[in-house]
């Protein structure tokens, strides 16, 4: 998904939604990618991805699709795409992509993001995956006779992920790793957005390393980092989507109905709450001063 706005634009931002709903920001991200845009005047590219166990491969491919869609729409659009800056905004999983991305400097021609906005970040173990997938599914699901059974699934899922000792690399340690690597960054930038409802928030642990202090001589590392919580946000707070019996059409709307799950379309989300979000990384990204509240 590539949005670009009226005019020159401010700078190029990178969206990389969650696991399972990242594969279809075009979809579940518009509002906040819209926002992005026409609020900050940002070319800003959603890039679309399947989640893998290796996230440091996914992040490398996420941010290549990136810089080739940015570098392809300066003839395009007619502004000079090389000279853009680059910022880039993670959601959940997205987060750590974008994060590992950012630590790594390797943002191709455009070098690494200057400012990077973390919200929703989780640990992403396989267990917070299916935490994810059960969020996803209580949200779409709510009201119907199918909503009963998310939770004993989620269960056996998470036993399921638990016993087959599933795993992502980089780990919980090396990630964090990674985050303290891009707190040394004197020219970084980082925002970290918490919602105060989100049961799978590891804000705190990422806050942590990227505020981490050179053991030796105890000074602070150069990055500029701030951080804010957002009050009954839950994890999903970013996304917005609504599908009508009329989009889904009449045959799936009936197997839907047969299921139990109703056929009247679906709706996940809540657009103010992606205007909240939307407008705090705006306001971060554009390099006004943020309120600090943790």
Do not use: N, W
């Not at 999983?93 to 943002?107: D, H, I, R, T």
């Not at 390393?209 to 009954?232: E, N, Q, Y």
């Amino acid at each position: 998904k590539v949005l670009v706005p009226m005019g020159e634009p401010a700078a190029a931002v990178h969206l990389v939604g969650g696991a399972l709903v990242g594969q279809v920001p075009a979809l579940v991200y518009d509002r906040l990618a819209r926002a992005l845009c026409d609020a900050g005047g940002f070319l800003v590219v959603a890039t679309p991805y399947t989640a893998e166990l290796d996230h440091g491969a996914v992040a490398e491919a996420t941010q290549s699709a990136f810089c080739k869609a940015v570098t392809a729409c300066g003839p395009a659009f007619g502004f000079d795409a090389a000279g853009l800056v680059r910022h880039a905004v993670g959601h959940s999983l997205g987060s750590k992509l974008a994060m590992l991305s950012a630590a790594g400097g390797g943002y191709d021609d455009g070098g690494a993001p200057s400012r990077v906005y973390l919200c929703g970040f989780t640990q992403a173990t396989a267990q917070d995956q299916v935490g994810l997938l059960e969020s996803l599914a209580e949200a779409l699901l709510r009201g119907t006779p199918a909503a009963l059974a998310v939770p004993g699934i989620a269960a056996v899922a998470r036993r399921a992920a638990q016993a087959a000792r599933i795993e992502f690399t980089p780990d919980v340690e090396a990630t964090l790793a990674a985050a303290a690597e891009l707190g040394a960054r004197s020219a970084a930038e980082v925002r970290v957005a918490a919602f105060g409802a989100d049961p799978l928030d590891a804000s705190m642990a990422l806050l942590l390393a990227l505020r981490s202090k050179d053991v030796d001589s105890g000074v602070t590392r150069g990055a500029r980092v701030t951080s804010i919580v957002m009050p009954g946000l839950g994890h999903l707070a970013p996304c917005a989507v609504s599908v009508t019996a009329e989009q889904l059409g009449e045959g799936a709307a009936a197997a839907a109905e047969s299921a139990g799950i109703g056929g009247g379309g679906f709706s996940l989300g809540d657009e103010s709450a992606v205007d909240a979000v939307a407008m705090d990384a705006v306001a971060f990204l554009k390099g006004f001063a943020p309120a600090e509240s943790v």
